[in-house]
Nanobody, 123 residues
Framework: QVQLVESGGGLVQAGGSLRLSCAAS????????MAWFRQAPGKEREWVSA????????YYADSVKGRFTISRDNAKNTVYLQMNSLKPTDTAVYYC????????????????WGQGTQVTVSS
């Protein structure tokens, strides 16, 4: 059973930056598509970004394109989400997810999930 553990969340002012990390318990994740989702209070879980197993392909939601960067280090079984120019609307719990198949924006298609890390952006 793959376990994913997110870290790096916190409180930041608008315009600031945070870097989220997602560490996987097994090396097999290096062959998985990895993604970040977020969920704000009272809202559905929203896909944010995804990265192919090799890191060669990355995908972003329009709401974060140009501000967020996803990357991975397969040697460390870790995926990152660099978040710049943060806005109050980015406030949410951010979740890391892993999928054995190709990129998807559907939360239901992901096989493994982390417990989430809170990101709060103050205005």
């Amino acid at each position: 059973q793959v376990q994913l553990v997110e870290s790096g969340g916190g409180l930041v002012q608008a315009g600031g930056s945070l870097r989220l990390s997602c560490a996987a318990s097994e090396r097999t994740v290096s062959t998985y598509t990895m993604a970040w989702f977020r969920q704000a209070p009272g809202k559905e879980r929203e896909w944010v970004s995804a990265i192919s197993w090799s890191g060669g392909s990355t995908y972003y939601a329009d709401s974060v394109k140009g501000r967020f960067t996803i990357s991975r280090d397969n040697a460390k079984n870790t995926v990152y989400l660099q978040m710049n120019s943060l806005k109050p609307t980015d406030t949410a719990v951010y979740y890391c997810a892993a999928r054995k198949s190709i990129y998807s924006r559907a939360a239901s298609s992901y096989d493994y999930w982390g417990q989430g890390t809170q990101v709060t952006v103050s205005s």
